[in-house]
């Protein structure tokens, strides 16, 4: 008799504690659907590893939101890279999603306007900084500095640059990373708030919100809103820029400068940050958490319809 293959409609990998209200609320949003959830958690990641390996244990979608930094999830993600499992967020194209220096020269040759930069060698291939007087005078001062692929919560990132040591000294933080420098935008103010936008891309819906860069604080964009200042340029810069990475979740931040142009300043970040606003600042709006578990739990059903 063959072994028995236990199948979950969805699983979810995660290790951060500030998930545990995500991923609660994902289950909930699935199990209105009358869909089956499994987790997946340090505590329990090698043995649903070997059963998965053994053919005993079954997904078919995937979220992970673990392996990007815990080895330990590593194996797991390999055999589910090659499987059937429809993983959300595939690994190929968050590998190439995340390096900014890609990301950055694909949105340009899509017309997303992007801020002026300059992209350099990794310190390991050439220590030495080539810019010419006219790269500089582009870039202007204060500058930013910011390795292509060390991401997540500004790692790595220098604002305010005013100088050539700071670019040396940043490039050996990160020997074997690209650099790019960029030029600082400057957002208009629209009634009292900052020009500045974080806009989720969540499973088919584009979610624009408020996001202070400077406090990192949010604050939900209403449709009025969105007619009164004209942002609508915010859903087809979002919807370009996951045509370009072909991710099923990230966010990108977006400002609206003194001119009038729209500007993709940061095109992705892969691992959105899911905290709830009522439990912390900084946080995303409890609401419009739900509007995204909502719409993961709707592509976990399409993907399962296709699926024997």
Request: charged share 25%.
């Amino acid at each position: 008799m063959p072994p028995r293959i236990d199948t979950y409609d969805l699983g979810i990998a995660w290790n951060w504690e500030f998930d545990a209200d995500f991923v609660h609320g994902i289950e909930r949003e699935c199990q209105k659907l009358g869909l089956t959830t499994y987790r997946i958690e340090p505590h329990n990641v090698r043995d649903i590893t070997r059963r998965f390996k053994a053919g005993r244990l079954r997904f078919r979608t995937f979220l992970d939101r673990a392996s990007d930094d815990d080895k330990e999830f590593l194996p797991l993600a390999g055999l589910l890279a090659s499987s059937r499992t429809h993983i959300f967020n595939p690994y190929a194209m968050t590998e190439y999603a995340k390096d900014k220096a890609n990301m950055h020269l694909a949105c340009l040759g899509e017309g997303v306007n992007v801020p002026y930069s300059i992209i350099i060698k990794p310190y390991a291939q050439r220590k030495e900084v080539e810019l010419s007087l006219t790269e500089l005078a582009h870039l202007g001062r204060p500058f930013i500095i910011k390795p292509a692929n060390t991401t997540g919560g500004g790692i790595g990132v220098v604002l305010g640059a005013e100088s050539l040591k700071e670019i040396i000294v940043s490039r050996k933080s990160h020997k074997d990373d690209i650099y790019l420098l960029q030029e600082t935008i400057v957002p208009a103010v629209l009634e009292g708030r900052r020009g500045w936008f974080r806009v989720f891309y969540a499973f088919g819906a584009v979610i624009p919100c408020w996001w202070n860069n400077e406090t990192h604080l949010y604050h939900t964009l209403t449709e009025t809103d969105e007619k009164k200042h004209a942002l609508s340029p915010l859903r087809d810069i979002v919807h370009t820029i996951q045509r370009i990475c072909r991710l099923d979740f990230f966010s990108t931040e977006i400002a609206l400068t003194l001119n009038g142009r729209f500007v993709a300043v940061d095109y992705v970040n892969e691992i959105c940050d899911m905290r709830h606003q009522s439990k912390h600042q900084d946080g995303v709006p409890d609401r419009l958490i739900g509007v995204i578990q909502h719409h993961l739990a709707m592509k976990v059903k399409a993907v399962c319809k296709k699926e024997p």
